[in-house]
């Protein structure tokens, strides 16, 4: 099957060391989990050489592989306990390498702790520029508070990670972990998704959003806010409108302060005000609060309440999160207002898994003001809850929709979004200058043409600017080499405009920098007759100010001045003379 038909140009990722460009190199971190162990005395634990026993395994291995001279291997001489794997040629004619690093001391997720977090952060990091894409092998048991707390640390991720295990040992006849180890294969071998993910029984799910819901069953796992970004049946199926992108264009960073000090509380009927105390007593700074349904509590208890004020009123970040698999904690009731009165953060439709992470991530920024923790906390920051939104915050008229729409076309890879963006882009300068957001249209013209403009009226934004008097605007386009000659769909140069709304900062600043009115200038002895007819003579001083005559004559060979003194316009005619025109002239009638 050709790949990249079948899936239309979408962000397919071969390994760009090869000849043929169909060898994908992934780095698998085998850190522990029921996936690596086998039983003993004492109950399952974690075996090593793990790759010995994969390469006997043909779907996961071919010994057969003929190595090519073209294929160059990622450079792996710093890491000690890595293995070497090649998958059989794919259906879709790729060569997926990977590499098994294997954990010295491989744990049972149950005893994961936060440095384990920063120890498989920075192997991913340490290896990024060297493999396309990446797996952890993971105990399930706490998988998706690794995968959202990496998900956190991950800054600017643009490359796969993976996190997968089983349920069985894949060295049991019977077991889960071949296919899952399988699948997590394929996708990092073939799909561009730049994102922490979770696979699991066939599903791929975004990591933050995880939860595991079944300790029996190979479906261990769920998003009950998110359907999985993938599907492997007979096809693979990616949602890539689903697939959450960086939106931005800086290098990825990895990010290893965590904050150790929060805790989750789940509310529950009859729950002492001491057991809430102590919950909240110091150093704890981050707390998840499990409440009941969309978001609520026992609002009359006066002491409960009084509890959380003062943790929240001394600092401690309060995220409201549902006890509910499925929904979120939205401001319906009385007994979950309050909450929110009381300064508590809403946490949507977040898992208290990925809450909890996100805190310590948060809250890891120890110098960011309290605010600013709390803005982030109640923020989408890589996909792990749905805010709140309303058709306001997507009007053009919002420069952080502008702004937001911008950097995701920016921060996109694929082909097609090259041609989006080329269409998008005078939109989005055009309404940018309308707002008068003059550090988007900065941030624009930086990477785009400044002189685009709508197919429908050839507007360009210095016009834009100039009609609206934005002197710094026009400034700043001029400055990112606008053209002043432009002409619209109706005839008119930015000056032009600039001078029938009587600008005058623009007019003198568009005149020193050359810009003229145009061609069509056949009109104008009319337009200046008219305006000394009207008495306006602060249209009379902006047509002066852009150096054309205030003698000019129209088709009936009247000038301004006669149409001044017909209208018995004073102010025109005292301005008119002020500037020196000739009184002498006759009309056509003599
Ligand atoms: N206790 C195991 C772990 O989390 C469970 C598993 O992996 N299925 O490491």
Redesign the pocket.
Known sequence: MDLESSEMGHTIRYSSHSELGKYVNVLVLYT????G?YGTEDG?KCRSNMADFLKKLPMLHDDNYVPNVSKTSPDVSHERNIDELVMPLSEYGVRVFYYIKEYEEK????NMQMNDWVDIAMDVKNNYDKFDSFIVL??????SYTASVLSFMFQNLDKSVILT???VPIFEQRNDGRDNLLGALMIAGHFFIPEVTLFFHGNLYRGNRTTKIN?GDFQ?FDSPNLSPLATMKVKIDVRWDAIFRSNSSKQFHVRTDLNPNVGVLRLFPGITDATVESICRAPVEGIVLETFGAGNCPNHRTRFIEILKEAADRGVIIVNCTQCLKGAVIKAYETGKILFDIGVVSGSDITPEAALTKLSYILGYRDMPLEEKKRLMETNLRGEMTVAIDESQFSLKDGGFIRAIASTLKASSVEEMHYIRKALHPLLVCSATQNGNADIVEELCKKDNVDCSLEYDDRTPLHIAATNGDLTMVQKLLEHGASIHKVDKYGATPLLDAIRFKRKDVIRLLRESGGNIGPGTLGIATEICVAASNNDVALLESWNLAGISLNLRNTTGRTPLHEAVCALCKESVEYLLSRDVDVSVRDNLG
């Open positions: 522990g989990g029921t996936i162990m399952l744990k049972d997720s149950s993971h105990g399930t048991d706490t998988m295990g089983s349920q300790s261990a």
